[in-house]
């Protein structure tokens, strides 16, 4: 893979376990591979295997589309598991009612902002 590739998407890595508080040390035993190559995937250096980026998708519970791509927003892989599981796989009434729950936070918070 091209390095100007590599580089946002090690990045992106990084920003995810980072925003998990988690060490290279930590993430490297969960992957099975030295901390070395978890810091030289993080710098553009070098890439994880298929098999790890989808460990690490499920260690972090965020998306493949937004490691590679930087297509989808890093807060949705802060999400409770089981939200992130109904925007990507539920079926339209369980959608419809966390939309539901969401507005009502909406509108919570802007009133408390009044």
């Known amino acids: 893979m091209d390095n100007n590739y ?8 990084r920003e995810i376990r980072h ?9 490297a035993d969960r992957l099975g591979v030295t901390p070395k190559h978890i810091s030289h995937t993080e ?5 994880f295997s298929i098999e790890n980026l989808i ?3 499920n260690i972090f519970n965020c998306s493949l589309d937004y490691i590679l791509l930087g297509k989808q927003d890093i807060t949705l ?5 089981e939200i992130t599981q109904i925007l990507y796989s539920g079926n339209d009434k369980e959608i419809s009612r966390l939309i539901k729950y969401l507005n009502v936070y ?3 918070i802007n ?3 009044k």
Request: charged residues 20%; contains cysteine.
């Open 77 to 81: 892989s802060r999400l409770p598991k």
């Open 43 to 47: 710098c553009g250096k070098s890439s």
């Open 55 to 57: 460990e690490f998708c």
């Open 6 to 13: 590599l580089v946002p998407i090690g990045h992106r890595l």
């Open 19 to 27: 925003s998990h508080g988690m060490t290279q040390e930590i993430l």
């Open 111 to 113: 009133n408390n902002n």
């Open 106 to 108: 909406i509108e919570l």
